[in-house]
């Protein structure tokens, strides 16, 4: 464990990872809860453009492997 | 017959105040681009080592921080080209490690760099064409963001090069999401400050180019 970081790297990091859920892990849950719920309609429109970003990706690993 | 009117005027000055939002948001991210680029080559040129990188990426953070506070006043700007300028200055060390470390470098950064342009080009134009809400993702996005920088941050601890690629894959979707929540939310009137709107815009565009670099590099890499 720890791969090639040091005693006191895998210390900050683990206080990295502390600090950012306790700042932010609050706001985040709240606003997962507050924010307004999509319908099914709402999710499989999102489908579009994230499964044409996902096919662009592809693309430009096919393209970069020549 | 006067409230028609009223109406009509109060419409057409939401309609000009979104169109306003939307042009500063745009200039605003265009110079910031433009300086971060500048800040990167300098940092480039420069050979600045990660040391370099972890100064210039802690003070993005911290400038990150203090932002809010400052969106609705010119310091905000100031504030805009200094996160910008530390984030791209953070970018050096990294394409130089890039550069040097594979082959084809240079082509898996430059096509990096297109791709993230044709991805925010294609998100925005689909955001923009067809007008859709995308707010209910605010939840989602936040504790999907939360989340996958935690994990990569986990990955500092734990060396699976798959499980980096992962969350690599994780942000680009994640960020995609991004560029559609603050487009939609600009459109609909959901955000007014065209500072932060930038702000969030660049946040996207940096994680993606990151993103698409480490996934370009793991699978058309030559070492």
Redesign the interface.
């Known amino acids: 464990?720890?791969?090639?970081?040091p005693v006191w790297?895998?210390v900050l990091?683990g206080l990295?990872?502390l600090l950012?859920?306790v700042f932010?892990?609050p706001?985040?849950?709240r606003?997962?809860?507050?924010?307004?719920?999509?319908?099914a309609g709402?999710?499989l429109?999102?489908l579009?453009?994230?499964g044409?970003?996902?096919l662009?990706?592809i693309l430009?690993?096919a393209?970069?492997?020549? | 017959m006067n409230q028609e009117r009223i109406l009509q005027g109060r419409a057409q000055a939401g309609v000009l105040q979104t169109n306003k939002v939307l042009r500063n948001t745009y200039m605003l991210l265009s110079l910031t681009l433009l300086f971060s680029a500048v800040t990167a080559g300098i940092a480039m040129a420069l050979q600045v080592g990660m040391a370099g990188y972890w100064i210039a990426f802690i003070g993005g953070f911290v400038t990150l921080l203090a932002l809010p506070r400052f969106a609705n006043s010119s310091t905000g700007i100031a504030l805009v080209f200094l996160f910008t300028g530390l984030l791209g200055f953070a970018l050096g060390p990294i394409l130089n490690l890039y550069l040097t470390m594979f082959t084809?470098g240079g082509?898996?950064v430059m096509?990096a760099l297109g791709?993230t342009g044709?991805?925010f080009l294609?998100?925005s134009g689909?955001a923009l064409t067809?007008k859709?809400?995308?707010?209910?993702?605010?939840?989602?996005l936040?504790?999907g963001i939360?989340l996958a920088?935690?994990a990569s941050?986990?990955t500092?601890?734990?060396?699976v090069p798959v499980f980096s690629l992962a969350i690599s894959g994780v942000f680009?979707?994640l960020m995609?999401?991004m560029i559609?929540f603050q487009t939609s939310q600009i459109i609909h009137g959901g955000e007014t400050n065209y500072i932060m709107a930038t702000v969030n815009l660049y946040v996207a565009l940096y994680n993606l180019f990151l993103s698409?670099l480490r996934?370009?590099a793991a699978?058309?890499g030559n070492r």
Do not use: C
């Not at chain 1, 606003?31 to 719920?37: H, I, Q, Y």
């Not at chain 1, 393209?63 to 020549?66: E, I, L, S």
């Open positions: 464990m720890g791969g090639s970081l790297g895998q990091t990295a990872i950012l859920l932010f892990g706001s985040a849950w606003a997962a809860r507050e924010s307004p719920k999509g319908s709402d999710w429109g999102l579009i453009p994230i044409g970003v996902v662009f990706v430009l690993i393209m970069a492997r020549g | 084809n082509q898996i096509m791709g044709v991805i294609g998100l689909y067809t859709k809400d995308f707010s209910f993702l605010q939840g989602f936040m504790v939360l920088v935690v941050f986990a500092l601890f734990f060396h680009v979707l995609s999401g559609l698409l996934i370009l699978f058309a």
